[in-house]
């Protein structure tokens, strides 16, 4: 929904970029076709919503050398994965009288599906993370994609911090790295729109957060905006359920 | 003769345009927007009004800053809360800077290659290298001035509920205007070259309506007009406009009660609030001799003149602004809100009913794409029954030229 139109986003290395790979299918820009595989990158945006795209999914990995997720959507499930909070036909019905001819599954990210080789978090993904992504391909090695939290971020560049000095719920201190701490720059709270730091701290937090006399719905609210379909935010969704 | 155009590219989301042909008569045509539904309204359902803003802006990745502030509107006028002039006048810079980026990315990227018989931006350079070039100066410039307020270009983080919850300085919104200003130049050229693409010609007497203002170009927030007499408030919107399913799609198609299908976009705008563009912006586009009209290809031109106006509207803006009272604080109460903005691609609205506590217990949102929905496939019969002998190739394509000149968001339209 937008991450292929992030190019558009990302164009002071587009020369470089050019230069260095050859675009056959990106559908926003083009209107070539579908082309053949073999590929040596495939980036995937987008939760999977319909069983078609799984198989489409599964014919692109089967074509491409390396398979990255860009975007929170396709990383973690992001935003559509919401959904999936409450009974699914529940909240199809609040959009549709006619449910005949919707086909929607329950939202997941890519590698509920396929192997993935690397993530492109955010939303909108981290520019750095896709040039790292491509550069790692180009020079043959691993990519290198931040892996601490956002908490970092923030003493990195010198922020007071939002959740002790400002009784802020900061998602901060969960969520993977890569927006250069920007929301808690901007004075307010992370909503971990690049999802959960890889074995985030989940329950720890949500607990600090019930110690601040945040709501339970509240705090089930935080954990579920970005992250519902991850192990780390469920983990803690679970412990405030069973609190 | 079956045609199925089952591939539309350059456009955001996905679609598809089937028709049939009989005996050199065009026998049916359908436009089906196959995007796969996300439900935003059906889960906004149960999240807390001021998570609304960051959810919905994820409903595109091109105009989330109008998902925003439509969002953000609705609420405030549930809650009975009035902004401060301050934050009215950050948004709307918010907002032309996100024109500026919509309707740049549709002239150059979208819709240029068509007119150069050219499958992409990709393949115009070197060729074309001047026009690129100019598009990333502008496109960088529009970019910059979003996150200058937003922390980011897309999905901005200061924009709440009550105003914003920092601001650049005085001496960046100033660096800021002045580089607006030295892209006057630019955009002129912008227009001049959309002047000179070759559009088919067609006729289309679509009811235009979009948001008009007194003496203000309208962004956020005016009286719906129309170039056949509404002019109504935007609460009385629900009384007037009418969204239904579609069995062949996945968006809905909203019509004008009793009236039927309407356009909405920068054209209807055009059409609607010529007289209120800059001095500089109206001059420009009745040197080249146009001043709106009913042709849909049209909308191409009319963003163009909207991009000339945007980047001086912006640069007084930025120069007006005190920079003070740009939060205030605001009741949480139950009750019922909707709000109207004109979107980079027409009029967008949000609808929200929300409990005591600010839980949101409906939520209803209707795209510019689906305000579009059925005059769009009107008119595509149009355009293939004034067409019907050309070559099936030609056809196909000037169909999809049609639906890129609209500036469809399909994923905006399913949500």
Same mark, same amino acid.
């Given at each position: 929904?937008?991450?292929?139109?992030?190019?558009?986003?990302?164009?002071?290395?587009?020369?470089?970029?050019?230069?260095?790979?050859?675009?056959?299918?990106?559908?926003?820009?083009?209107?070539?076709?579908?082309?053949?595989?073999?590929?040596?990158?495939?980036?995937? %945006?987008?939760?999977?919503? %319909?069983?078609?795209?799984?198989? %489409?999914?599964?014919?692109?990995?089967?074509?491409?050398?390396?398979?990255?997720?860009?975007?929170?959507?396709?990383?973690?499930?992001?935003?559509?994965?919401?959904?999936?909070?409450?009974?699914?036909?529940?909240?199809?019905? /609040?959009?549709?009288?006619?449910?005949?001819?919707?086909?929607?599954?329950?939202?997941?990210?890519?590698?509920?599906?396929?192997?993935?080789?690397?993530?492109?978090?955010?939303?909108?993904?981290?520019?750095?993370?896709?040039?790292?992504?491509?550069?790692?391909?180009?020079?043959?090695?691993?990519?290198?994609?931040?892996?601490?939290?956002?908490?970092?971020?923030?003493?990195?560049?010198?922020?007071?911090?939002?959740?002790?000095?400002?009784?802020?719920?900061?998602?901060?201190?969960?969520?993977?790295?890569?927006?250069?701490?920007?929301?808690?720059?901007?004075?307010?709270?992370?909503?971990?729109?690049?999802?959960?730091?890889?074995?985030?701290?989940?329950?720890?937090?949500?607990?600090?957060?019930?110690?601040?006399?945040?709501? /339970?719905?509240?705090?089930?609210?935080?954990?579920?905006?970005?992250?519902?379909?991850?192990?780390?935010?469920?983990?803690?969704?679970?412990?405030?359920?069973?609190? | 003769?079956?045609?199925?155009?089952?591939?539309?590219?350059?456009?955001?989301?996905?679609?598809?345009?089937?028709?049939?042909?009989?005996?050199?008569?065009?026998?049916?045509?359908?436009?089906?927007?196959?995007?796969?539904?996300?439900?935003?309204?059906?889960?906004?359902?149960?999240?807390?009004?001021?998570?609304?803003?960051?959810?919905?802006?994820?409903?595109?990745?091109?105009?989330?800053?109008?998902?925003?502030?439509?969002?953000?509107?609705?609420?405030?006028?549930?809650?009975?809360?009035?902004?401060?002039?301050?934050?009215?006048?950050?948004?709307?810079?918010?907002?032309?800077?996100?024109?500026?980026?919509?309707?740049?990315?549709?002239? =150059?990227?979208?819709?240029?290659?068509?007119?150069? @018989?050219?499958?992409?931006?990709?393949?115009?350079?070197?060729?074309?290298?001047?026009?690129?070039?100019?598009?990333?100066?502008?496109?960088?410039?529009?970019?910059?001035?979003?996150?200058?307020?937003?922390?980011?270009?897309?999905?901005?983080?200061?924009?709440?509920?009550?105003?914003?919850?920092?601001?650049?300085?005085?001496?960046?919104?100033?660096?800021?205007?002045?580089?607006?200003?030295?892209?006057?130049?630019?955009?002129?050229?912008?227009?001049?070259?959309?002047?000179?693409?070759?559009?088919?010609?067609?006729?289309?007497?679509?009811?235009?309506?979009?948001?008009?203002?007194?003496?203000? +170009?309208?962004?956020?927030?005016?009286?719906?007009?129309?170039?056949?007499?509404?002019?109504?408030?935007?609460?009385?919107?629900?009384?007037?406009?009418?969204?239904?399913?579609?069995?062949?799609?996945?968006?809905?198609?909203?019509?004008?009660?009793?009236?039927?299908?309407?356009?909405?976009?920068?054209?209807?705008?055009?059409?609607?609030?010529?007289?209120?563009?800059?001095?500089?912006?109206?001059?420009?586009?009745?040197?080249?001799?146009?001043?709106?009209?009913?042709?849909?290809?049209?909308?191409?031109?009319?963003?163009?003149?909207?991009?000339?106006?945007?980047?001086?509207?912006?640069?007084?803006?930025?120069?007006?602004?005190?920079?003070?009272? =740009?939060?205030?604080?605001?009741?949480?109460?139950?009750?019922?809100?909707?709000?109207?903005?004109?979107?980079?691609?027409?009029?967008?609205?949000?609808?929200?009913?929300?409990?005591?506590?600010?839980?949101?217990?409906?939520?209803?949102?209707?795209?510019?794409?689906?305000?579009?929905?059925?005059?769009?496939?009107?008119?595509? @019969?149009?355009?293939?029954?004034?067409?019907?002998?050309?070559?099936?190739?030609?056809?196909?394509?000037?169909?999809?030229?049609?639906?890129?000149? +609209?500036?469809?968001?399909?994923?905006?339209?399913?949500?």
């Amino acid at each position: 929904m937008g991450c292929s139109y992030f190019f558009a986003y990302v164009h002071k290395h587009v020369p470089e970029v050019l230069a260095s790979f050859d675009f056959v299918f990106i559908k926003m820009l083009s209107r070539k076709g579908i082309p053949d595989g073999p590929f040596d990158i495939a980036l995937v %945006e987008g939760t999977i919503t %319909e069983a078609w795209q799984a198989d %489409e999914l599964k014919i692109i990995r089967g074509q491409s050398k390396k398979l990255f997720a860009i975007g929170s959507c396709a990383v973690i499930g992001g935003i559509p994965a919401i959904k999936a909070t409450a009974p699914e036909l529940e909240v199809e019905k /609040r959009v549709y009288k006619n449910l005949s001819s919707i086909h929607s599954i329950k939202p997941h990210a890519v590698d509920a599906y396929v192997k993935v080789d690397g993530y492109i978090r955010g939303c909108p993904p981290a520019e750095r993370d896709l040039y790292e992504a491509l550069t790692s391909v180009l020079t043959g090695r691993k990519p290198d994609f931040p892996q601490h939290s956002v908490c970092i971020e923030c003493k990195l560049k010198g922020n007071l911090c939002v959740l002790i000095a400002d009784n802020m719920p900061c998602m901060g201190p969960v969520t993977n790295a890569g927006c250069g701490a920007l929301c808690p720059s901007m004075n307010r709270a992370c909503y971990s729109c690049f999802g959960p730091m890889k074995q985030a701290n989940g329950p720890a937090l949500a607990k600090k957060f019930k110690a601040m006399g945040i709501s /339970r719905d509240d705090i089930i609210r935080k954990f579920t905006e970005f992250g519902a379909d991850t192990i780390e935010f469920r983990k803690a969704v679970e412990m405030v359920y069973e609190d | 003769m079956k045609i199925d155009i089952n591939y539309i590219a350059r456009v955001e989301g996905e679609s598809s345009v089937k028709l049939e042909i009989e005996g050199g008569k065009l026998k049916e045509l359908r436009l089906n927007i196959w995007e796969p539904p996300r439900f935003f309204e059906g889960f906004l359902v149960g999240r807390k009004f001021d998570e609304v803003p960051d959810i919905v802006a994820r409903i595109c990745g091109i105009c989330p800053v109008s998902h925003m502030t439509t969002a953000i509107r609705a609420m405030e006028n549930a809650f009975g809360f009035k902004p401060s002039t301050e934050v009215k006048k950050i948004r709307k810079i918010l907002a032309l800077s996100q024109i500026l980026s919509s309707h740049l990315a549709h002239l =150059y990227i979208f819709a240029l290659p068509d007119f150069f @018989k050219l499958n992409s931006v990709v393949e115009m350079l070197p060729r074309y290298e001047k026009e690129i070039k100019r598009f990333l100066r502008l496109k960088d410039a529009a970019n910059s001035i979003t996150s200058l307020f937003g922390g980011r270009a897309l999905h901005p983080v200061s924009m709440v509920v009550g105003g914003f919850t920092k601001l650049p300085s005085k001496a960046d919104t100033e660096k800021a205007a002045k580089e607006l200003e030295s892209l006057h130049e630019d955009a002129l050229e912008t227009l001049k070259m959309a002047s000179e693409l070759k559009c088919p010609a067609l006729e289309n007497d679509a009811e235009f309506v979009a948001l008009t203002g007194k003496g203000e +170009y309208a962004i956020n927030g005016g009286i719906i007009s129309s170039t056949k007499g509404l002019n109504i408030k935007e609460h009385e919107y629900p009384s007037y406009f009418i969204e239904d399913e579609v069995p062949y799609s996945n968006a809905k198609r909203t019509v004008i009660k009793d009236r039927g299908s309407l356009m909405a976009g920068a054209l209807a705008r055009i059409n609607l609030g010529f007289d209120n563009l800059l001095p500089d912006a109206k001059k420009a586009s009745e040197d080249i001799g146009f001043k709106g009209g009913g042709n849909p290809f049209l909308n191409n031109l009319a963003q163009a003149v909207e991009i000339v106006h945007a980047f001086q509207e912006c640069a007084i803006l930025l120069r007006g602004l005190t920079l003070k009272e =740009y939060f205030a604080d605001f009741k949480v109460r139950e009750g019922v809100g909707s709000a109207l903005t004109e979107a980079p691609r027409g009029m967008l609205y949000h609808y929200y009913e929300i409990d005591r506590s600010g839980i949101i217990t409906k939520a209803n949102i209707v795209t510019p794409t689906a305000h579009n929905f059925l005059n769009l496939e009107e008119s595509l @019969k149009k355009l293939v029954t004034e067409n019907i002998d050309k070559p099936e190739d030609e056809l196909i394509l000037m169909c999809e030229m049609l639906v890129r000149a +609209y500036d469809p968001c399909f994923s905006c339209s399913v949500h």
